[in-house]
Every structure is written in structure tokens, then in C-alpha cells.
């Protein structure tokens, strides 16, 4: 009896050792990354030329200062405005989301990018939250893609080389 009970906690010690590892590993789902794709890709890579690469470069932008308010405006209101990315120059305009997703979805979403559509090492970077993601959309002035373009500009200005 002793040591059927034994093995028994020791099974549950292994489902239980089991199921966290798992979620770490595999944290955020793509669930609500599927409308990005369509653009972005699955993988984040982009379409040189037309859609940006953000596999890697959110991670990038996520670590500089501005960079996770910037994020966030870009996710919810769209983005508009000459850009270079990889050498490449994109005139695209970017739709918002904040109408079709709520903050929880965007935070879900910029968890996604940041973290899974990442070769790069994330640790320091914090989670977003829905609370996060709501402040930051009641703080920013101007709700507009071509807004956003403007908050990038000043960004790379003051970043330089460290921008992704
Ligand atoms: C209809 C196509 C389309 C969809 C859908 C789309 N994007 Fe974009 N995204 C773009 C384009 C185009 C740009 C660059 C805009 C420009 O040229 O100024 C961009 C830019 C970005 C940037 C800024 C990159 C940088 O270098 O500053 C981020 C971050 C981003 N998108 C994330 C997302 C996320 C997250 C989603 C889904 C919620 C999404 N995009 C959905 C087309 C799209």
C-alpha cells in the first residue's frame, strides 16, 4: 500500500512537472495574431516591400524606451507614413485594430510578436495587460495611423542605430 501510494503521488508529481513546462514554453497562443497575418505572414516575416518584417523587430521595439507605448498605438490605431525596414522603404498604410479587438486581444497579440514571433532574447521584457494596453490607448493624443507615423519618426530620431 505504501508504495502504491508512492508511485501515485510520483505520477501526479510528473503531470503536474509536465503541464508547467509546457506553458512555458508555448505561452501565448496565435489565435488573435491570425488577422496580422494575413499581412505580416504566420512567421512574422513580412513581404519585403509591402508589409514589414516584425519577426524579431517587435522584440527590438518592445525593449527601447517608447518602444511598448509604441506597440501598442501601432496595434490599436494603424500606422501610416514613409518607413525603412531592412533597407526596403514601405508607404503602407496599416489599418487600426481597436474597433475589431478588445484590449485584452491586443495585449494577446503584441504577446504573441513579442514573445513567440521572436529569434531574439526576450528575458526582462514584461507581459502585456489588458490594463497596460487600455492606459496607453486613453493616453495617446492623436488615434490615428498617420499619428502613430509621426510617434515612429521621433522614436528612430531619438534611438538611431538601436532601432530595429
Ligand atoms: C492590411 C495589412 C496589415 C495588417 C492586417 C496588419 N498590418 Fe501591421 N503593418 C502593415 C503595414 C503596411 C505597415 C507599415 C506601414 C507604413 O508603411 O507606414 C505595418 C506596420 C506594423 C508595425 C510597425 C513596424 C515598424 O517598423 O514600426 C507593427 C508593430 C505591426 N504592423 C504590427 C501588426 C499587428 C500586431 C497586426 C495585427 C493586429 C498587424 N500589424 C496587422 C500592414 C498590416
Same mark, same amino acid.
Given at each position: 500500500m505504501k508504495i502504491c501510494a508512492n508511485s501515485l503521488v510520483a505520477v501526479f508529481g510528473v503531470i503536474a512537472g509536465a503541464a508547467v513546462s509546457a506553458q512555458d514554453q @508555448?505561452?501565448? @497562443?496565435a489565435d488573435n495574431y491570425a488577422t496580422c497575418a494575413a499581412c505580416h505572414l504566420p512567421d512574422g516575416a !513580412?513581404?519585403? !516591400?509591402a508589409f514589414p518584417r516584425i519577426r524579431s523587430r517587435a522584440t527590438g521595439i518592445a525593449m527601447l524606451e517608447g518602444g511598448r507605448d509604441y506597440l501598442i498605438t501601432v496595434t490599436s490605431y494603424g500606422l501610416m507614413g514613409t518607413i525603412t525596414v531592412d533597407g526596403a522603404q514601405y508607404f503602407g498604410i496599416m489599418p487600426g485594430n481597436s474597433a475589431a479587438m478588445s484590449t485584452e486581444e491586443i495585449a494577446s497579440v503584441l504577446n504573441y510578436i513579442v514573445f513567440?514571433?521572436? @529569434?531574439?532574447e526576450t528575458t526582462g521584457i514584461d507581459e502585456f495587460t489588458a490594463e497596460e494596453v487600455s492606459s496607453v490607448q486613453s493616453a495617446v493624443a492623436s488615434k490615428s495611423p498617420a499619428a502613430a507615423g509621426e510617434i515612429r519618426k521621433a522614436l528612430t530620431t531619438s534611438h538611431g542605430d538601436d532601432w530595429p
Open positions: @508555448d505561452s501565448y @497562443d !513580412g513581404i519585403p !516591400g513567440e514571433l521572436s @529569434d531574439s
